[in-house]
């Protein structure tokens, strides 16, 4: 066995074992592979090794894997986990199945027009900034809350939960992970379409068995699948 597949073999156990303490469903977990500066080759040996779910956090590079000759047709499924730019949403409508990182009112009201353009249905994440600190993306939880309408008003896109990055420090990334889970039962709360606020996308490497334990519903885990970056 290759190395990708036994370190995503170690994380599915991971996941089990956490789950089974924490009394959750493994099946409620999805992992996302995280790939963002690996090569497709790379990304193939995870898909050959069983995994669907692909993040990449730039348009650019997205693209290039997305159409390269070793991964173009595989029934993989493309989350984009980077920050939007609202110029760059036109290219990655229709070819993603989740964006995990919108947090501007406009840059989801030009994805609503661009789905509406090109008569699809795109669904995203709002990007929280659950840890205060100015260098991080997203919404602030106050700014959530009195905004949401606006982004239930649109067209063509459908909001399927929250996402964040956690600080490093485990006990603040915990701290936060709760943060952003009662703020999805705040969101529900005025939503006209609770149902469709199902996921929570937190947890990557160094905080994923944490993240569990406070229901996060997608973890997107990078380096522990596929080694340490360069950038
Ligand atoms: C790079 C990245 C990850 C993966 O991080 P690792 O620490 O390598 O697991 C997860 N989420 C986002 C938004 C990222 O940019």
């Known amino acids: 066995m290759g190395r990708i597949a036994q370190n995503l ?26 790939s963002k500066t690996k090569p497709a080759a790379l990304v193939k040996e995870a898909y050959d090794a069983g995994q669907l779910d692909i993040g990449e956090s730039y348009v650019q590079e997205f693209l290039e894997k997305q159409g390269s000759e070793k991964l173009s047709g595989l029934p993989l499924q493309w989350h984009f986990i980077g920050h939007l730019q609202s110029n760059k949403v036109k290219d990655i409508v229709g070819k993603v199945s989740l964006i995990h990182g919108i947090d501007k ?5 030009e ?10 249905a795109a ?24 905004e949401a309408p606006y982004f239930f008003d649109l067209p063509n896109i459908r909001l399927r939960g929250l996402m964040t990055i956690a600080s490093p420090d485990r ?8 943060m ?20 929570l996308s937190m947890g990557m490497s160094q905080d ?8 996060t519903t997608m973890i997107r885990i990078g380096t522990a699948i596929f080694g340490s970056r360069q950038r």
């Open 180 to 199: 952003l889970a009662k703020l999805l039962e705040q969101l529900k709360k005025i939503s006209p379409s609770p149902a469709l606020l199902t996921e």
């Open 105 to 109: 009112i406009g840059t989801a009201r």
């Open 208 to 215: 994923y068995d944490i993240a569990i334990e406070e229901g």
């Open 9 to 34: 073999q170690q994380i599915d156990e991971e996941i089990r074992s956490v789950c089974s303490k924490a009394g959750r469903n493994p099946s409620d977990i999805r992992l996302i592979a995280v």
């Open 123 to 146: 669904d995203y994440l709002i990007e929280i900034n659950t840890s205060g600190e100015s260098s991080k993306f997203g919404l602030s939880p106050d700014a959530l809350l009195s």
């Open 171 to 178: 006990n603040k990334a915990r701290e936060e992970f709760r």
């Open 111 to 120: 994805l609503s027009k661009r789905a509406s353009a090109k008569n699809v």
